[in-house]
C-alpha cells in the first residue's frame, strides 16, 4: 500500500516541504483498526518503546523496594532535553540504587533543549552522561540490575540479563522476535529491533488497556502511564511535543516520540494503540501528524479545549528570527 | 515525471528512512543536461541564491570602493556557522560601510555551530545578529546601499533600493521573473521567490561560466567564486559540507546549501549548473546526492583524491554517542 501524505510545509503561501509515512492504528487483540501505508513494513521503534522496556523495572517490584518516584519512572521513559530537572533525577535515580553517572553506559551529549545547553555552558560545566537524553532508561536498566544483585556492568549489551529482561518485555508487548536477526544499534548504545509498525501499534494498545498483557505487566503499564501523566515534563521536557501534549491530556493520552520519525500512541479509554513512521525520518511530520489522527477521533468526544490543543499541534504557525510569520507546519491536505 | 530516491540512512543492515527528491542538471543556455522528477516545479532557493545576491555588490564597484576581502565577499554569499571568525568578518564589513551591528535586520540567534554556541555562552555573551548564519548577505546589503548613499534602513523589503537592485540580479542570472506572485519570507526577513528547479540550476550554470550574463555580472560572478574558492571557511564553516566539498575543489566546483533541502552547485570547467531539492526538506539528503551525482560525472575527470572526497561524501558513516558505528546515510540504491 502506498504511504500517505503526513505533513506539509508552507511558504509564502505554496507548499515548501512534504513528509511522507505510514500510520497504524491497532486494537489490543492486534486487529487494524486504521491502516495507512505499509503498516506490515518493519521499523527500529528507537526510543518510542521507552515506557515497554520500563515494565520490568516496575513488574519485579525494583521501582517500589528502591523507593522511585513517579518523576524518577516518567524519566525512565524519556527523551528528555537535558534540563537540570532530568539531570538532578537520573543522578537521583542512580543514587537510590547506590551508584553514579559512572556506571552509565549511554554516553555523553550536551542538553538536546538549547536553552539547558546554553546556561550549562554558561555556568562552566561539561555535559556528562546525566544530559543524555536518554540518562533515565539507563538508570532505569541501573536500577533493575542492582534490585536483582546483578553487576550492571555491560547492561547495554543483549547477553546482559537486565537486557534480556526489557527485551522479553518487547517480545510480550509486540508479540514478534527481538533477536540479533532484527537487532539495529541505538544513539544511546542499546539494541533497537525492527518491527513492523502494525506490531508497534498492538503494542501500545495493549499498554493502554493491559489486555494481553500478563496482570504484572498490566499493573506495571497502569502504573508508568500514571507516573507519565502526573510528570509530563520528564518524558521529553520544555516546549517538547510529547510534554505539551500530555501535560493537557493527562492519562486519556500516552505519547512519546523516537528518532527517525517514529510516534506512538495509547489511547486506553477506546482501547487502541498508534504508530507512525514517516519515511523520510522526519519528527516534525509523526507529531503533527499524530495530532491530526486524534483530532479525527470522534468518538473519543474531545471537548472544546481538547480540540484546541490538538488543533494548534497539527497547524503550526512558523516564525522567523525576527518573529514575522514564515509559514506553517500542518496536516497534510488540511490547509 | 516521479521524483527519485536521493539518499537513504541505514541502520542495522535495514533502510530505516528514504529522503525523495529531484535533480535538474542544467547548460547555461537553459538546456536540460539531467532531469530526475519534477524539475520544472517551483522552489524557494532559500539560501542557495546567496551568491547571485552578492552580484551587485561586486559589479557596482561597491565592493573594490569599499576594500571588501576574499574573507568579507564569501561572507555575504555564505549560511555560516556563527563562528568567532564569521562574526568578526560581519562587523568588519559594516566598519567598511562606517556601520555597526545595530543596523543588521536579519535578527540575532544562537550560532548554529554547537561548538561556537556553548563557547559563547562559556564567555558570557548572549548571540547577536552578528552571529546570525545570514549576517553576511545582510552586511553585504548595507555595503551596497551605502556605497550609493541610500539609507540602509529597510533593505531587507521588496521596495528598498538595494533590494531591487539584489532582487534584479536574480530575475537575471535565472530568467524568470521574481515579484509579489512568487514571494515568500526568509529565516532572516529577506524575500525569497519560488522558481522552477530547472532555472534555479540555470543560473548557477551561468554564474560558472558568465555566460548569459552581462560582462559586469560575469566579472562579478568570477571574483566571488574566487573569493568563495579561497576561503570556504567563510561559506558554511567547520564540519559543514559546502565548506569540506570547496575547500577540496577550489574554483572547480562551487556549491551552496540552502535551508529545507535545496543544494546548488556549479561546475566552470563543464559549463553546467545544478540544483537539488529534496521533497521533505531534509538537508543531510541533497548533501549526499550532491555528492553521489558529482562522483557520475565521468567528463570531469576526477583524480583519485577527488574521487574519494566525493565518496566520503555520498557515503557517510554515522556513529553514536559512544563512537559506534551504527549506520550509514548514502546516496540511495548505491549500498
Not at 500510520?23 to 528507537?46: E, L, T, Y
Not at 517490584?61 to 532535553?81: I, K, M, N, Q, T
Request: charged letters at 20%; hydrophobic letters at 45%.
Amino acid at each position: 500500500m502506498d504511504d500517505i501524505a503526513l505533513a506539509e510545509v508552507t511558504r509564502g503561501g505554496r507548499i515548501e516541504s512534504l513528509h511522507l509515512g505510514r500510520i497504524a492504528v491497532m486494537d489490543d487483540s492486534g486487529r487494524v483498526v486504521q491502516a495507512h501505508g505499509a503498516i506490515d513494513k518493519a521499523v527500529f521503534p528507537r526510543s518510542t518503546v521507552k515506557a515497554l522496556l520500563a515494565l520490568p523495572l516496575v513488574e519485579t517490584g525494583a521501582a517500589d523496594r528502591l523507593g522511585l518516584s513517579d518523576a524518577e519512572l516518567a524519566l525512565a521513559c524519556a527523551s528528555h532535553g537535558g534540563e537540570p530537572r532530568h539531570a538532578e533525577t537520573a543522578a537521583a535515580m542512580l543514587a537510590k540504587a547506590g551508584k553514579t553517572l559512572t556506571c552509565l553506559e549511554c554516553g555523553a551529549h550536551w542538553p538536546t533543549y538549547d536553552k539547558a545547553a546554553h546556561a550549562l555552558a554558561a555556568s562552566g560545566a561539561a555535559p556528562t552522561a546525566l544530559h543524555n537524553n536518554c540518562s533515565g532508561k539507563h538508570a532505569g536498566l541501573i536500577c533493575l540490575a542492582i534490585d536483582q544483585s546483578l553487576d550492571p556492568a555491560g547492561y547495554i549489551d543483549p547477553g546482559h540479563e537486565a537486557q534480556r529482561q526489557v527485551t522479553d518485555a518487547l517480545v510480550m508487548a509486540t508479540s514478534v522476535p527481538h533477536n540479533e536477526a532484527n537487532r539495529g544499534l541505538d544513539g544511546c548504545s542499546m539494541p533497537t529491533y525492527a518491527i513492523p509498525l502494525s506490531a508497534l501499534a498492538t503494542g501500545f494498545a495493549r499498554f493502554g488497556t493491559g489486555r494481553n498483557f500478563s496482570s504484572g505487566h498490566a499493573s506495571a503499564a497502569a502504573r508508568l502511564r500514571s507516573a507519565v501523566a502526573s510528570e509530563p515534563f520528564m518524558v521529553a521536557g520544555s516546549g517538547r511535543f510529547d510534554t505539551t501534549l500530555m501535560a493537557h491530556f493527562g492519562n486519556r493520552i500516552f505519547c512519546k516520540m523516537g528518532a527517525e520519525g517514529v510516534m506512538v500512541a495509547s489511547l486506553p479509554e477506546l482501547g487502541l494503540g498508534i504508530a507512525i513512521k514517516t519515511d523520510d525520518g522526519a519528527n516534525r511530520a509523526a507529531e503533527v501528524a499524530l495530532a491530526s489522527l486524534l483530532l479525527g477521533f470522534d468518538e473519543a468526544g474531545w471537548s472544546d479545549s481538547d480540540r484546541a490543543v490538538l488543533t494548534g499541534l497539527s497547524h503550526q504557525v512558523m516564525k522567523n528570527w525576527n518573529g514575522r510569520e514564515v509559514g506553517t507546519l500542518r496536516a497534510a491536505g488540511k490547509g
